[in-house]
């Protein structure tokens, strides 16, 4: 769950009349069980920059982690505001989620060990990770981890359509 709970806003103005708002618990359960997001960065130049990622939902941020010479790395130590996106291909049905907000690294040690339990729990043993110097490595390659506290939070419900934005205070 979430120690912060966020304000929902339904915007009528993209969605369909008597569309209910997407309660904040479904939109969580979304990001705390997706295996896959999207993360938009800006490159130096102002292009964006997407990939996918693997991310953990943990104390109210979502976490991913990246080489610091890997575009997304070089991208986010010039500018740390990204967006993660997950969700469903289809049109007229599931649910779409985008979180904004700024990536900090998370450096403490003991954080990361429970990040990359997090990690191995979730994925199934497909990502293992060490975690030696305020990183995380895997087969030598030490990977620098990032918490986003979400600033704003989307969800675009298919099927009965519906805009949710939820909106963090503190």
């Not at 599931?94 to 907000?101: R, S």
């Amino acid at each position: 769950m979430t120690e912060r709970e966020p304000t929902p806003e339904l915007d009528r103005r993209y969605g369909d009349p008597g569309a209910d708002p997407t309660p904040w618990a479904e939109a969580l359960t979304l990001i705390e069980g997706a295996e896959l997001f999207w993360i938009s960065t800006v490159r130096a130049d102002g292009r964006p920059h997407v990939t996918p990622l693997p991310a953990v939902w943990q104390d109210d941020a979502l976490h991913f982690c990246t080489g610091a010479d890997e575009q997304k790395g070089v991208n986010l130590a010039v500018n740390a505001a990204c967006v993660l996106t997950t969700g469903t291909n289809a049109w007229k049905q599931g649910l779409d989620v985008i979180v904004e907000g700024r990536a900090e690294r998370v450096t403490d040690d003991a954080t990361l060990r429970r990040l990359a339990d997090a990690w191995a729990t979730k994925y199934h043993g497909d990502w293992i990770f060490e975690v030696d110097d305020g990183a995380f490595v895997n087969e030598d390659h030490p990977a620098l981890v990032f918490a986003v506290r979400p600033t704003k939070v989307i969800a675009f419900a298919k099927g009965d359509f519906a805009q949710t934005r939820y909106r963090f205070d503190g």
